[in-house]
């Protein structure tokens, strides 16, 4: 694999001192991916595909099928093309944000194809793995999201990994897991609440540089 | 209903869409409701995406390497499509 896919930081570049209003100090600021697409930049929607199309990809396959998938990465990309500029760094990386288009696009899909998701593993197409994804998560709020995991259950962290990995409603996992379906909802919604607060957290304090 | 207790519903019901699991009709409740799916993604929905990519790892799922070649072909040719069509 082309080493300069591993790292999508490396595709981020700082804006030309010269574009600055006039009058305004010179910043020097990275441009992400998505805002460069936002701007037309040819050069990072191939870059954005490198980095991100397999995550896209995954998600997609893994809940619906490869078939509908290809459908679902198309309209997840094309948001993603029309709407960059709307993307905002301080409230989530480039990593969770498409991931989270992926995310309600393939949700959406499944409602519509009304199919139950597939929770076993389905079979790779290419042989090699993206080793990208591991400094994906590492370096962003997954690292965080790993944390309020670990804090959970093994029961919740079960529930929350079905409704999220593998795409299974709440009534869903209640069939598959036994669990009162109140059961069920108490968990995932405890999981992610955690997750969420978890988040918050790191980010205020970020902010107020603690 | 107290205010606190709205607050607490509505944020039920952007927890259950964030999972995947709200049901149409609430769907529709939360859309009337000003959270509308197409909006900016709200926090919950951030954190479950967090999530994924966190149990993914944890999970050691295989990703693979690249997109098929029609796909990405595809993907591509939408890009230009996309970014032509707009004004920069």
Redesign the interface.
Same mark, same amino acid.
């Given at each position: 694999?082309d080493a300069s896919r591993r790292d999508p930081s490396q595709f981020h570049i700082l804006t030309s001192i010269d574009s600055l209003p006039q009058g305004e100090a010179p910043a020097e600021r990275e441009l992400t991916l998505l805002e460069r697409?936002g701007? +037309?930049d @040819?050069a990072a929607?191939?870059q954005l #595909?490198?980095a991100y +199309?397999?995550?896209v %990809?995954?998600?997609a396959r &893994?809940q619906i099928g490869a078939e509908a998938a =290809?459908d679902a990465?198309?309209e997840v990309?094309?948001e993603i %093309? &029309?709407h960059a500029k @709307?993307y905002?760094s301080q409230?989530?990386s480039e990593?969770?944000?498409i991931?989270?288009?992926?995310?309600?696009r393939v949700?959406?899909h @499944?409602?519509k194809l009304g199919r139950r998701p597939e929770v076993e593993?389905v079979p /790779? /197409? *290419?042989p090699?793995?993206?080793e990208s994804? =591991?400094s !994906? =998560? #590492?370096m962003?709020?997954?690292?965080?999201?790993?944390e309020?995991?670990a804090q959970l259950r093994p029961e919740q962290r079960k529930v #929350? &990994?079905l409704?999220?990995?593998d +795409?299974?409603?709440? *009534?869903e996992i209640a069939e598959s897991t036994k669990l009162p379906l109140g059961t069920v &909802?108490s968990h995932?919604?405890r +999981? #992610? =609440?955690r997750?969420?607060t978890l !988040?918050?957290e790191r980010r205020q304090a970020g902010e107020a540089g603690v | 209903m107290t205010g606190h207790d709205e607050l607490s519903h509505v944020e039920q019901l952007l927890l259950d869409r964030a999972l995947g699991s709200l049901p149409s009709i609430e769907q529709e409740e939360l859309g009337t409701l000003g959270h509308a799916a197409g909006s900016v993604p709200d926090e919950y929905e951030f954190a479950a995406a967090a999530a994924h990519l966190a149990l993914d790892q944890s999970l050691d799922l295989d990703v693979p390497a690249s997109l098929p070649a029609t796909l990405r072909s595809r993907l591509e040719d939408a890009a230009t499509e996309v970014l032509d069509s707009k004004p920069n």
């Open positions: 694999m697409v701007q +037309g @040819r929607v191939s #595909l490198d +199309g397999p995550l %990809w995954s998600i &893994k =290809e990465v198309q990309f094309i %093309w &029309k @709307r905002d409230l989530a990593a969770t944000y991931a989270t288009i992926a995310r309600r949700i959406d @499944r409602r593993e /790779e /197409e *290419t090699d793995t993206d994804l =591991e !994906l =998560e #590492l962003d709020e997954a690292r965080i999201a790993n309020a995991i #929350l &990994k409704a999220i990995v +795409g299974l409603t709440h *009534t &909802k995932a919604r +999981g #992610l =609440e997750v969420r !988040l918050q | -």
